[in-house]
């Protein structure tokens, strides 16, 4: 079994920063892609930024050059620094792995519970 436990969400104004971490914990032989996703009220789960084991990362557009992802992959960790915050950035935020369990050679996916960001104007 694996836990992903997000931490870092709360309230901030517009043009503040917050700094989201997960990690991860359990089973685990290695970890793929790491990453981040968020839901706004009344919208669908959206990829905000991911990261690759060997540092590839992938961005939204509407982020780009606001939110950095980085990796700790010795403490299965990932981070999102998000600056310059707006409104339209107020969502819950999911940690997203891809991991490979101890003894298996399959890859599976798994989720944090969720950590709210609220950007107020």
């Known amino acids: 079994q694996v836990q992903l436990v997000e931490s870092g969400g709360g309230l901030v104004q517009v043009g503040e920063s917050l700094r989201l971490s997960c990690a991860a914990s359990g089973n685990i032989r290695s970890i793929n892609t790491m990453g981040w996703y968020r839901q706004a009220p009344g919208t669908e789960r959206v990829m905000v930024a991911i990261m690759t084991e060997s540092g590839s990362t992938n961005y939204t557009d509407s982020v780009r050059g606001r939110f950095t992802i980085s990796r700790d992959n010795a403490k299965n960790t990932v981070y999102l620094q998000m600056n310059t915050l707006r409104p339209e950035d107020t969502a819950v935020y999911y940690c997203?792995?891809?991991?490979?369990?101890?003894?298996?050679?399959?890859?599976?996916?798994?989720w944090g519970q969720g950590t709210l960001v609220t950007v107020s104007s």
């Open positions: 997203y792995a891809n991991f490979r369990p101890a003894g298996s050679t399959r890859y599976l996916e798994d």
